[in-house]
């Protein structure tokens, strides 16, 4: 699969607004610690990548999941179903391209609570669209999945959202035209 560099340039200043059926979140992106991967979801937010799509994955005092386009023509109760089944494809979906790990040159890169980073698959520069919210730290994954971003207002929204809730939509807030 390519490998895609964003056009989008991150000023560090931008915010994602992260609206669920749960309720909005807002997180600070790091854009000066993760430039590709704040591009890069940028790009997809502003573009509607993300409407409609549904959490997948809900593990209990590790992470609340979502971004697979896989998730876009079910139902919430179909994601539900299906969710934890190998052969439904959750979870396998992406934009159709990859991006470059940063979780070797970024900083700041701690799953603390909150934190948002983006899942891959084994291979480290196999991230694309898929991104976590921590809950609670997540120190033993700080060496091998970029976080782009700590969320700001909305911890009591990411408690309460689970497999099958919608993401209506991200709005980024702060964007450098």
Do not use: W
């Not at 989008?8 to 807002?26: F, H, L, W």
């Not at 991967?37 to 937010?45: D, I, P, S, Y």
């Not at 911890?155 to 450098?176: H, P």
């Amino acid at each position: 699969m390519a490998q895609y560099t964003p056009e989008y340039q991150p000023t560090g200043e931008e915010v994602a607004v992260i609206k669920t059926s749960k309720g909005d979140v807002r997180v600070r992106l790091a854009g000066n610690d993760a430039p590709v991967h704040v591009g890069n979801f940028v790009e997809l937010a502003r573009k509607g990548f993300y409407d409609g799509l549904k959490f997948h994955r809900h593990v209990p005092g590790f992470v609340i999941q979502g971004g697979c386009p896989n998730t876009r023509d079910l139902s919430c109760d179909e994601v539900v179903a299906k969710a934890g089944n190998p052969f439904a494809g959750l979870g396998t979906g992406g934009p159709g391209y990859t991006i470059k790990e940063e979780f070797s040159t970024n900083p700041n890169n701690k799953h603390a609570d909150g934190a948002l980073a983006m899942a891959r698959s084994q291979d480290p520069n196999s991230a694309g669209s898929q991104f976590y919210l921590c809950l609670g730290a997540q120190p033993m994954l700080d060496s091998g999945y970029t976080v782009f971003g700590q969320t700001v207002e909305g911890m009591d929204v990411i408690g309460q959202l689970r497999v099958g809730d919608e993401i209506l939509g991200i709005e980024i807030e702060n964007v450098a035209d």
